[in-house]
């Protein structure tokens, strides 16, 4: 169970506007803080909160721009003995769920 509320926002907000030049609807404030997160956070919370990792998961961290897909596949692929097949045929989303 997620413990904190979490309230969709109604049109866009004046704070969004000033510093943010990308999506400025579709957002949920989360918690006592009110944090501003994505609307998809709604479906997405819980998973988060209850999400036990395991010694064997990798972690791959980078900037915005910087190469991300590119490592994901590279690293997948080699933890799959360069399985070429299965990665034409299965969207990399699949294969290597992220947090963003």
Same mark, same amino acid.
């Given at each position: @169970?997620?413990?904190? *509320?979490?309230?969709?926002?109604?049109?866009? =907000?004046?704070?969004? %506007?000033?510093?943010? $030049?990308?999506?400025?609807?579709?957002?949920?404030?989360?918690?006592?803080?009110?944090?501003?997160?994505?609307?998809?956070? @709604?479906?997405?919370? *819980?998973?988060?909160?209850?999400?036990?990792? =395991?010694?064997?998961? %990798?972690?791959?961290? $980078?900037?915005?721009?910087?190469?991300?897909?590119?490592?994901?596949?590279?690293?997948?692929?080699?933890?799959?003995?360069?399985?070429?097949?299965?990665?034409?045929?299965?969207?990399?989303?699949? =294969?290597?769920?992220?947090?963003?």
């Amino acid at each position: @169970m997620f413990p904190y *509320e979490i309230k969709p926002i109604e049109g866009e =907000r004046k704070e969004l %506007l000033k510093s943010f $030049t990308g999506q400025k609807a579709g957002f949920v404030e989360v918690g006592p803080k009110k944090y501003l997160l994505p609307l998809k956070y @709604m479906d997405e919370a *819980e998973g988060y909160y209850n999400f036990e990792p =395991r010694e064997d998961d %990798l972690w791959i961290m $980078t900037y915005p721009r910087s190469g991300t897909t590119w490592s994901q596949e590279l690293l997948w692929l080699v933890n799959n003995d360069l399985d070429y097949e299965t990665s034409s045929k299965v969207s990399l989303y699949d =294969r290597f769920p992220f947090y963003e």
